[in-house]
């Protein structure tokens, strides 16, 4: 059973950073597609970061230079850190995984890239999600 533990929100200024992390267990897959998710009120579920079983990364371009996803040598917590926080990036945040087959309609429409599927092509289809940790940032 796949479980995603979200933690390390907070309130912060403009400007601020927070680190979140995500406990992940359960999932077994070779091939994985990794990231986080954000949704602010009244908004639909918007694509943050993402990371796959061979190491690449891909953000929103709202977010590039910002933040930055990672995972612990045991690939057992994934990381989120937040730099330059700016109000807009007000949201709760959730993290998921999924297998990550290349041939899946939500990857194959990016040429089989997990990051393309997880910011492009939204959160539909991936079947796993933690409790979600907010994060608020006050200008």
């Known amino acids: 059973q796949v479980q995603l533990v979200e933690s390390g929100g907070g309130s912060v200024q403009a400007g601020g950073s927070l680190r979140l992390s995500c406990a992940a267990s359960?999932?077994?897959?070779?091939?994985?597609?990794m990231g986080w998710f954000r949704q602010a009120p009244g908004k639909e579920r918007e694509g943050v970061a993402a990371i796959d079983s061979d190491a690449s990364t891909g953000y929103v371009d709202s977010v590039k230079g910002r933040f930055t996803i990672s995972q612990d040598s045991a690939k057992e917590i994934l990381y989120l850190q937040m730099n330059n926080l700016k109000p807009e990036d007000t949201a709760m945040y959730y993290c998921?995984?999924?297998?990550?087959?290349?041939?899946?309609?939500?990857?194959?429409?990016?040429?089989?890239?997990?990051?393309?599927?997880?910011?492009?092509?939204?959160?539909?289809?991936?079947?796993?999600w933690g409790q979600g940790t907010q994060v608020t940032v006050s200008s």
């Open positions: 998921t995984v999924d297998s990550w087959d290349p041939l899946l309609p939500k990857f194959s429409k990016y040429g089989g890239s997990c990051a393309g599927g997880l910011i492009q092509w939204g959160a539909a289809d991936f079947r796993y």
């Open positions: 359960g999932y077994t897959y070779s091939r994985y597609c």
